[in-house]
């Protein structure tokens, strides 16, 4: 089971949330990732998505993405990831749930199950769904419900290895999914800053970006199986 947030996309271009020069520094997040945003005004919300829509498109997976398809090849690796970005499918990942949402999909401001994968970079005001109703961007804003967290829970109880990743475990509920860990399992964490509460909780921390210590942690796993 691996855990990931931003800062596994950090190493291909995409900023981060909580570093300092990150998106919530340069964005307060109550004007574009809130219901409340959309509400008031639905123009800056579709822009500020359709910039980072567009950083996306352009960044490629990086080899900390990539160590996670490798360890494939002898471990049944599910990723659940707090990233909306697509970087571990074009890795090549098997196995990706996203907690927030994907960046590549709308989804129906009337029925939001219907979800569908954007073509291009730009979603626009007066784009409809089948039925007529506004598109807004495929991802969980603030104050919404998490609807994969459930699935998630269920993935992490079943872990016998959990790799964290390029999170600062700071946004409920998905950084409380560790809590659910088997207490036997093998923990490490990767993060160049200091994740002080989860050291505490038995985790092997090891402090480097995600491109070289996973690349190395994988390949480490790999040869002791
Ligand atoms: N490799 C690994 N980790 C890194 C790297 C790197 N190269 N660069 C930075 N980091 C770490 C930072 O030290 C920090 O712990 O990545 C983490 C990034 O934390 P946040 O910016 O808070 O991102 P994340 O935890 O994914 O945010 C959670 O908040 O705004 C919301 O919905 C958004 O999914 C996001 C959620």
Wanted: aromatic share 8%; glycine share 6%.
């Amino acid at each position: 089971m691996v855990f990931t947030g931003a800062g596994i996309s950090a190493e291909s271009g995409i900023k981060t949330f909580r570093d300092s020069g990150g998106q919530w520094d340069e964005y307060d997040l109550n004007n574009v990732a809130t219901p409340e945003a959309w509400e008031r005004n639905p123009i800056l919300v579709l822009d500020f998505y359709n910039a980072r829509r567009k950083q996306v498109m352009k960044a490629k997976p990086n080899s900390a993405h990539k160590a996670l398809v490798e360890l494939e090849q002898k471990f049944n690796v599910q990723i659940i990831t707090q990233n909306v970005d697509d970087l571990h499918e074009r890795a090549g990942s098997k196995n990706v749930l996203h907690l927030h949402g994907e960046i590549m999909k709308a989804q129906s401001t009337a029925d939001p199950s219907l979800v569908h994968t954007l073509q291009n970079s730009s979603l626009l005001h007066g784009d409809k769904c089948k039925n007529g109703s506004q598109l807004r961007p495929h991802i969980v804003w603030f104050g919404e419900l998490v609807p994969n967290m459930e699935l998630a829970y269920l993935l992490v109880e079943n872990a016998d290895i959990l790799i964290v990743t390029g999170t600062s475990l700071n946004v409920y509920p998905a950084a409380g999914l560790l809590e659910y860990a088997p207490k036997k399992s093998a923990k490490y964490i990767i993060d160049p800053n200091d994740v002080s509460l989860v050291i505490e909780e038995g985790f092997t921390y090891i402090k480097k970006n995600a491109g070289n210590g996973l690349p190395e942690l994988c390949q480490k796993l790999l040869n002791e199986k």
